[in-house]
């Protein structure tokens, strides 16, 4: 489903190229000052380069400060996000673990620009996509420019070892396409993520996001559909598929996202199913607490 | 001196090696094709490696070191006689390598072994699967090659035996298909990819070679360049102009160009210029020390 996060971003930043040209024509836009926050934190990324602006798996920060713009957007007046913890992320290698919910990876994208312009210094949160991804015209290439991969344990690992973050739901579609009836309780875990943190001795950080469920809360998911267009889910939500394109925009509902304490974890990558899942069951322990708190603190789903 | 035995000397690779180690060593050559004006240190017999005499070079030379480079890589001929001369060629070679107390053998393979496929992780490592015939049958025989000469390797453990994959290789000497491909005067791209690809240069290629040979290298090795770039961002350093074609199109006229050998470059061979195939070469650094010496700029400027 980063598909559609991709889309999403594609067609906005189109809409972004416009933008950037009358805001700097109109320095009193308020997308101005964003626009030059944004890049100056890209800047800041503690990124190598090539001779020709290419990190080792294609990333180019010239493609992230455009296509990044409208998920600041968003960020800042849509969502409004309020992040917390973010002082707790350590430096060098980290696994973000979260929980995924909301249809489209807006959660994705929300995470990954709070640690552009709230972590300090700012990270590049790496998403891994599914294989699929690769196949889908210009989509591929825009996934590589803005530093994600292909999610193949390989590719998580060697970013890992060269001290990279790397963002992962190991809910996958289970999480962002279930109902709303679901809502905030936690899917099954894969259990890849754990087997890369052992073996790469990488800190998982566990965060947990509020409101994204009630961006476009699921009615139900016709998977005999999805199966017959090959993709990943087929959510029915309030506004989709009956608003057609426009109804795959989010409710305007405020996110709340959580950074948790990193957690370290020892023992064998290539330990039994049994032994790696007690591992994850603390880290969806700590996930399912953030979020029992952020939905008890919560006021308004909107406000 | 030992002595030394190259495959394939008058391709490009075969003539740069030749220079690059004779001093050190006394070298002989053979190929299908002659050495028009071959220096007078190497010795140049003119034969095809699937005849009875090119065994009788191997017994009346007793060869310390092989390097075998006899590889048709074009697709200009038939699938046929590729097989015949990659699978039969090697064979037929290894086979004398162990008859005639050969001690040393280099088997010049390529990245292209791994298949580009949209799953590619980006630094595949030489225990990654040799996925290429799964929608690349044209070199499929590469594939084969690479299990003959594996198994050797752990049949003949006296041996020093040790498989390059080196990537695309570009160069003034070598010709390649990714050379033949960004020399098009207008270079066509799949509409929407933009992959990753490795380059290096024809004499860091050899300068492996050279390496292998003098550590009595044993095993598989990948040999990365100095690093990646989209190829677009090549094609633009070469010097190109560039076409982008939309896939099903593009399929259509590669398909229909190749089958009469107008273009010689095979349908499946768009996989490449979609998806990254590229390899981690940390394995042969480590185990030689090699630093290619030409920059992603200087490999580029060669062939601009």
Redesign the interface.
Known sequence: MFYFNKVAELAASAIQSGLSLSSSSLPGLPFADLSRELSDKIDQLPIELNEYGYDPWGFDPDVLKTSMMTAAILYRHYFRVVSVGMDRLPPGRVLLVGNHAGQIAFDGMMVATAMLLEASPPRLARGMGEYWLATLPWLNVLMDRMGHSIGTPSTCAEMLNRDECVLVFPEGVRGMNKVYADAYQLQDFGLGFMRLALETNTPVVPFAVVGSEEQAPGIANLESVAAMLNMPAFPITLTWPLLGPLGMLPLPVRYHIEFGQAMHFEGDHNDEDDAIGRKVEEVKDSIQSMLRRGLAERTSIFL | MKRLLITGISGGQGRLLAKRLSEGWQITGVDRVPWEGAPEYVDVKTLDLRKKKFEDVLRKNRPDAVVHLAFVRHFRGSNELRHEVNVGGTRRLLNSCARYGVKQLVVLSSAYVYGAL????????EDSPLNVARNFPDIRDLAEVEGLVSSFLWKYPEISTSILRPVNTLGYYVHSAIGSYLGLDIVPT?????P?LQFIHEEDVCEALALAIENQLRGVFNVAGP????LK?AIH?IGRRRISVP?PLAHLIIRELFRFRVYDFPPAAMDFIK?QCTV?GSRFVEATGFKPLF???DVFASVA
């Open positions: 949209p799953e590619n992780p980006m630094y595949m490592d799949v509409t929407g990819f933009n990753m690093g990646a770039v989209p961002t350093e896939e998806y981690d920059s992603l700029r």
